[in-house]
């Protein structure tokens, strides 16, 4: 029986999508509700350490068996993402998947011809959505994942392992995951987010990323009168957005290729405020990138000859590459652990982020493996569960190659 397939079920059923517009810390508050469910169970199979932070964060440690080794951390974020809901979620398991189109209700179909990746997963069970929804498995697949780990470790206290530290943070989701994280309270010497793809992924790369919000002023005035007069905010804001260099957009990129993503736009013609997403692997690039808003913001004010248009800028996080060039150790364990399982270890960069990257420049240096989950964030969203229990071998291989390992 699998030991992490019935978490995975249970934890996606649990409604805790973030809100980029909140406030609260966390943002959402049902975030508390599998954290709750987290800490309950941790306690449960004998670790009773096991917490919930004011902020959200799920802390737990098992203590080592073996000596010098150094303490290692494994970090999953409880939040689903926002572009489709995240309540009410139906998975559906599919065993012995046949590698044709997969009906996820009456009118929804996952098409193969559109996810050429189901073509690999022929014979395998999946886990889906019913269509009207995300699934969830961005990152609950890591927490099941984790979980199962603990399990594990509590089961077999002959199985060699030094300090394992866990934690499960709120809102990666929007940005906000590790803004609370206390590092030195985990007081892992390096970790691993699970919150990846395919199983085989050693990420250590990840982008640059900044977000600007642009709002534009408009004159609104009635339409009939409107000559010389009206000054349409939604369509200054579409000149505007028609200024930004038209390829470096998510859907014409790929790889290294920088993008700067319209996520939403909302207006009148008195008012409109466009939100965008900036990232580049490359620094420099990025800066160019957000130089980009600013020019047309001022060359925008100076043609129409009045402040219409304001600009700001945050940046959110930086390529961990630049960081963990120098500890590259981490990385190679990983990859150990999944040639050990049977697979081809390789690295990609992330064309986003993990709670992963602020970490390791708040000193604890992070890269990201695998779950097994694809299409993440829609409702064509679907997990493969025997790389889920691949993943909790590939875990286990870390924490025993760095318990045998001579530091």
Known sequence: MSLVLPKFLKYVQIDTQSDDKSTLTPSTLKQFDLAKVLVEELHEIGIKNAHVDE???????????????????????????????GKNVKPRVIENYDGKDIKLSDSIVMKVEDFPILKEKIGKTLVVTDGNTLLGGDDKAGIAIIMALCEFLMKNKDFPHGDIKIAFTP????????????????????????????????????????????KVKGVSIHPGSAKDKMINSMTLGMEFHSLLPKGMVP?????????????????????????????????????????????????????????????????????????????????????????????????????????????????????????????AHGRYEFVVVEELEQMVEIVKNIVSITANKKW
């Not at 440690?61 to 689903?80: F, R, Y």
């Not at 395919?198 to 900044?210: L, T």
Request: proline residues 4%; aromatic residues 10%.
């Open 55 to 85: 902020f959200g964060i799920v802390y737990a440690s098992i203590e080592g068996n073996k000596e010098n080794v150094p303490s290692l951390g494994l970090i999953a974020h409880m939040d689903t993402a926002l572009e489709m809901p």
């Open 171 to 214: 809102d990666e989701e929007i940005g906000r995951g590790t803004e609370n994280f206390d590092v030195k309270k985990f007081g892992a010497k390096f970790a691993y987010t699970v919150d990846g793809g395919p199983i085989f992924d050693v990420e250590y790369e990840n982008f640059n990323a900044a977000s600007a919000v642009v």
């Open 251 to 375: 859907e014409l990129t790929s790889g290294y290729e920088g993008f700067n993503h319209l996520i939403r736009i909302n207006g009148n013609v008195d008012e409109t405020v466009l939100e965008y997403i900036i990232r580049n692997h490359d620094a420099k690039i990025l800066e160019d990138q957000k130089a980009d808003f600013i020019r047309n913001k001022n060359f925008l004010n100076e043609k129409y000859r009045r402040d219409l248009i304001s600009v700001e800028i945050k940046d959110t996080y930086k390529n961990m590459k630049d960081y963990l060039k120098d500890q590259m150790y981490i990385v190679d364990i990983a990859k150990e652990a999944i040639s050990l399982v049977g697979l081809t270890p390789s690295s990609h960069p992330i064309r986003g982020g993990t709670d992963g990257a602020n970490l390791t420049y708040m000193g604890l240096p992070c890269p990201n493996i695998g779950t097994g989950n694809y299409n």
